[in-house]
Protein backbone atom coordinates (compact mmCIF):
# COMPACT_ATOMS: atom_id res chain seq x y z
CA UNK A 1 0.00 0.00 0.00
CA UNK A 2 1.17 3.42 -0.68
CA UNK A 3 0.97 5.71 2.71
CA UNK A 4 0.02 8.81 0.82
CA UNK A 5 -2.44 11.39 2.41
CA UNK A 6 -1.73 14.34 -0.07
CA UNK A 7 -1.95 13.88 -3.84
CA UNK A 8 1.54 16.85 -4.80
CA UNK A 9 1.27 15.52 -8.69
CA UNK A 10 -0.19 13.30 -11.47
CA UNK A 11 1.09 12.78 -14.90
CA UNK A 12 -0.72 10.77 -17.68
CA UNK A 13 1.58 7.96 -18.58
CA UNK A 14 0.46 5.74 -21.17
CA UNK A 15 -2.65 3.45 -22.29
CA UNK A 16 -2.61 -0.16 -22.57
CA UNK A 17 -4.99 -2.58 -23.93
CA UNK A 18 -3.49 -5.60 -23.28
CA UNK A 19 0.10 -6.96 -21.49
CA UNK A 20 2.89 -4.33 -20.40
CA UNK A 21 5.32 -3.93 -18.35
CA UNK A 22 3.90 -1.36 -16.39
CA UNK A 23 1.98 -3.74 -15.24
CA UNK A 24 4.66 -5.63 -13.18
CA UNK A 25 6.95 -2.92 -11.67
CA UNK A 26 5.46 -3.38 -8.66
CA UNK A 27 4.19 0.02 -8.44
CA UNK A 28 0.46 0.05 -6.34
CA UNK A 29 -2.35 0.30 -8.68
CA UNK A 30 -5.46 2.17 -7.65
CA UNK A 31 -8.15 1.35 -10.51
CA UNK A 32 -11.33 2.88 -11.00
CA UNK A 33 -13.82 1.36 -12.55
CA UNK A 34 -17.88 1.46 -13.80
CA UNK A 35 -20.35 1.72 -15.91
CA UNK A 36 -19.94 4.44 -18.93
CA UNK A 37 -20.91 7.88 -18.12
CA UNK A 38 -20.83 7.68 -14.37
CA UNK A 39 -17.61 9.96 -13.78
CA UNK A 40 -14.83 7.73 -13.30
CA UNK A 41 -12.16 10.19 -15.24
CA UNK A 42 -14.13 13.37 -13.35
CA UNK A 43 -13.46 11.58 -9.93
CA UNK A 44 -9.43 10.99 -11.06
CA UNK A 45 -9.66 14.95 -11.62
CA UNK A 46 -11.22 15.80 -8.55
CA UNK A 47 -8.98 13.81 -6.82
CA UNK A 48 -5.30 15.02 -7.82
CA UNK A 49 -7.44 18.57 -7.98
CA UNK A 50 -7.12 19.35 -11.79
CA UNK A 51 -9.32 19.79 -14.40
CA UNK A 52 -8.45 17.93 -17.34
CA UNK A 53 -5.87 15.55 -16.58
CA UNK A 54 -8.23 13.02 -17.30
CA UNK A 55 -9.96 13.60 -20.46
CA UNK A 56 -14.25 13.77 -19.50
CA UNK A 57 -16.91 14.03 -22.13
CA UNK A 58 -20.76 14.19 -22.23
CA UNK A 59 -20.69 11.73 -25.03
CA UNK A 60 -20.50 8.46 -23.05
CA UNK A 61 -17.75 5.59 -23.88
CA UNK A 62 -15.07 8.52 -24.07
CA UNK A 63 -12.19 6.29 -22.15
CA UNK A 64 -11.31 3.28 -24.52
CA UNK A 65 -8.00 1.96 -23.29
CA UNK A 66 -6.79 1.15 -19.60
CA UNK A 67 -4.84 5.02 -18.74
CA UNK A 68 -2.26 4.91 -15.98
CA UNK A 69 -1.53 7.84 -14.08
CA UNK A 70 1.68 8.59 -12.39
CA UNK A 71 0.40 10.08 -8.53
CA UNK A 72 3.18 11.37 -6.51
CA UNK A 73 6.24 10.51 -8.82
CA UNK A 74 4.81 7.13 -9.13
CA UNK A 75 4.14 6.50 -5.39
CA UNK A 76 1.70 4.83 -7.01
CA UNK A 77 -0.85 4.42 -10.36
CA UNK A 78 -4.64 5.83 -10.72
CA UNK A 79 -5.68 3.80 -13.37
CA UNK A 80 -9.03 4.77 -15.52
CA UNK A 81 -10.80 2.20 -17.34
CA UNK A 82 -13.00 2.03 -19.97
CA UNK A 83 -16.67 2.30 -18.98
CA UNK A 84 -18.91 -0.99 -19.37
CA UNK A 85 -22.20 -0.61 -20.20
CA UNK A 86 -22.24 1.78 -23.65
CA UNK A 87 -25.49 1.14 -25.49
CA UNK A 88 -23.99 2.39 -28.46
CA UNK A 89 -21.13 0.37 -28.88
CA UNK A 90 -21.69 -2.93 -30.63
CA UNK A 91 -22.05 -6.27 -28.80
CA UNK A 92 -18.59 -6.91 -29.69
CA UNK A 93 -17.19 -4.16 -28.89
CA UNK A 94 -19.17 -4.40 -25.28
CA UNK A 95 -18.11 -8.00 -25.15
CA UNK A 96 -14.02 -7.04 -25.37
CA UNK A 97 -14.13 -4.21 -22.92
CA UNK A 98 -15.79 -5.99 -19.96
CA UNK A 99 -13.14 -8.61 -20.96
CA UNK A 100 -10.24 -6.13 -21.05
CA UNK A 101 -11.41 -5.19 -17.61
CA UNK A 102 -11.95 -8.57 -16.16
CA UNK A 103 -8.73 -9.56 -17.45
CA UNK A 104 -6.80 -6.72 -15.85
CA UNK A 105 -8.73 -6.86 -12.53
CA UNK A 106 -8.51 -10.65 -12.19
CA UNK A 107 -5.68 -12.23 -14.46
CA UNK A 108 -3.63 -10.17 -15.22
CA UNK A 109 -1.54 -10.22 -11.76
CA UNK A 110 -1.16 -6.48 -12.01
CA UNK A 111 -0.58 -5.05 -8.37
CA UNK A 112 -4.15 -3.72 -8.12
CA UNK A 113 -4.19 -2.87 -4.37
CA UNK A 114 -7.72 -1.48 -4.29
CA UNK A 115 -10.70 -1.50 -6.94
CA UNK A 116 -12.88 1.75 -7.06
CA UNK A 117 -16.39 0.83 -8.23
CA UNK A 118 -17.91 3.95 -9.69
CA UNK A 119 -21.73 3.68 -9.80
CA UNK A 120 -24.19 6.87 -10.49
CA UNK A 121 -25.96 7.23 -7.10
CA UNK A 122 -29.50 7.48 -8.48
CA UNK A 123 -29.30 4.38 -10.79
CA UNK A 124 -27.40 1.97 -8.28
CA UNK A 125 -25.72 -0.87 -9.42
CA UNK A 126 -25.61 -2.59 -13.02
CA UNK A 127 -25.44 -5.90 -13.50
CA UNK A 128 -22.06 -5.86 -14.37
CA UNK A 129 -21.60 -3.84 -11.77
CA UNK A 130 -22.56 -6.70 -9.53
CA UNK A 131 -21.33 -9.09 -11.29
CA UNK A 132 -18.02 -7.49 -10.62
CA UNK A 133 -18.53 -6.95 -6.87
CA UNK A 134 -19.56 -11.05 -6.88
CA UNK A 135 -15.97 -12.12 -8.14
CA UNK A 136 -14.24 -9.51 -6.08
CA UNK A 137 -15.92 -10.90 -2.73
CA UNK A 138 -14.69 -14.59 -4.20
CA UNK A 139 -10.93 -12.94 -4.75
CA UNK A 140 -11.41 -11.43 -1.47
CA UNK A 141 -10.17 -8.36 -3.21
CA UNK A 142 -10.06 -4.72 -1.33
CA UNK A 143 -12.60 -2.60 -3.26
CA UNK A 144 -14.44 0.22 -2.41
CA UNK A 145 -17.83 1.96 -3.92
CA UNK A 146 -18.61 5.45 -5.21
CA UNK A 147 -22.08 6.86 -5.35
CA UNK A 148 -21.20 9.85 -7.67
CA UNK A 149 -23.67 12.66 -8.98
CA UNK A 150 -25.22 12.40 -5.76
CA UNK A 151 -25.70 16.91 -6.32
CA UNK A 152 -28.39 15.21 -8.81
CA UNK A 153 -30.12 14.21 -5.52
CA UNK A 154 -31.27 15.67 -2.36
CA UNK A 155 -31.07 14.53 0.84
CA UNK A 156 -33.72 12.20 1.20
CA UNK A 157 -33.20 10.28 -2.11
CA UNK A 158 -29.04 10.49 -1.73
CA UNK A 159 -29.42 8.62 2.30
CA UNK A 160 -32.36 6.40 0.45
CA UNK A 161 -30.05 5.38 -2.58
CA UNK A 162 -27.12 4.53 -0.14
CA UNK A 163 -29.04 2.43 2.07
CA UNK A 164 -30.51 0.50 -0.68
CA UNK A 165 -26.53 0.37 -2.50
CA UNK A 166 -25.16 -0.88 0.62
CA UNK A 167 -27.25 -3.93 0.46
CA UNK A 168 -27.31 -5.24 -2.90
CA UNK A 169 -23.40 -4.57 -2.30
CA UNK A 170 -23.15 -7.32 0.72
CA UNK A 171 -22.73 -3.61 3.19
CA UNK A 172 -19.45 -2.39 1.59
CA UNK A 173 -18.28 0.98 2.01
CA UNK A 174 -20.13 3.46 -0.31
CA UNK A 175 -19.22 6.72 -0.15
CA UNK A 176 -21.41 9.07 -1.69
CA UNK A 177 -19.68 11.81 -4.22
CA UNK A 178 -19.64 14.51 -6.36
CA UNK A 179 -16.77 14.87 -8.67
CA UNK A 180 -18.29 18.18 -9.83
CA UNK A 181 -19.28 19.47 -6.96
CA UNK A 182 -16.72 18.39 -4.48
CA UNK A 183 -15.25 20.15 -1.49
CA UNK A 184 -11.41 19.82 -0.27
CA UNK A 185 -12.88 17.81 3.09
CA UNK A 186 -15.18 15.22 1.04
CA UNK A 187 -12.01 14.95 -1.35
CA UNK A 188 -9.34 14.37 1.53
CA UNK A 189 -11.77 11.91 2.94
CA UNK A 190 -12.46 10.04 -0.21
CA UNK A 191 -8.81 9.90 -0.33
CA UNK A 192 -8.34 8.46 2.66
CA UNK A 193 -11.03 5.85 2.07
CA UNK A 194 -9.39 5.14 -1.00
CA UNK A 195 -5.69 4.47 0.86
CA UNK A 196 -6.78 3.06 3.43
CA UNK A 197 -5.55 -1.06 4.23
CA UNK A 198 -8.40 -3.00 4.94
N1 LIG B 1 -23.86 16.43 -12.21
C1 LIG B 1 -22.73 15.73 -12.22
N2 LIG B 1 -22.15 15.40 -13.39
C2 LIG B 1 -21.01 14.68 -13.38
C3 LIG B 1 -20.39 14.26 -12.16
N3 LIG B 1 -19.28 13.53 -12.46
C4 LIG B 1 -19.20 13.53 -13.82
N4 LIG B 1 -20.22 14.20 -14.38
C5 LIG B 1 -20.48 14.41 -15.82
O1 LIG B 1 -20.79 13.14 -16.42
C6 LIG B 1 -20.23 13.07 -17.75
C7 LIG B 1 -19.31 11.85 -17.86
O2 LIG B 1 -18.19 12.02 -17.04
P1 LIG B 1 -16.83 11.20 -17.30
O3 LIG B 1 -15.92 11.52 -16.16
O4 LIG B 1 -16.32 11.43 -18.68
O5 LIG B 1 -17.40 9.71 -17.17
P2 LIG B 1 -16.62 8.34 -17.40
O6 LIG B 1 -17.19 7.38 -16.41
O7 LIG B 1 -15.15 8.54 -17.37
O8 LIG B 1 -17.12 7.95 -18.87
P3 LIG B 1 -16.46 6.91 -19.92
O9 LIG B 1 -15.02 7.26 -20.08
O10 LIG B 1 -17.29 7.13 -21.13
O11 LIG B 1 -16.67 5.55 -19.36
C8 LIG B 1 -19.51 14.40 -17.98
O12 LIG B 1 -20.38 15.26 -18.66
C9 LIG B 1 -19.25 14.91 -16.56
O13 LIG B 1 -19.14 16.31 -16.47
C10 LIG B 1 -21.03 14.63 -10.92
O14 LIG B 1 -20.59 14.31 -9.80
N5 LIG B 1 -22.18 15.35 -11.02
MG1 LIG C 1 -13.71 8.12 -18.79
Redesign the pocket.
Known amino acids: MSNITKINSAEFLKGIIGTDDILYDGVPEYAFV ?1 R ?8 INSLVNRKDLVK ?3 R ?4 TEINFFGINNKKCYFV ?1 L ?2 YG ?1 AKRSPKEKESIEKLILWYLMYSDAAVSKVVI ?1 LDAKAGLTDFDSEMIRVLREKEHPYLIIA ?2 V ?2 LNQKETSAQMRSIKEAAHEATVVP ?5 VTPKERDALLREIFAED
Open positions: GSNVGKSSTTSNPGKTDPGYINKDKYSATE
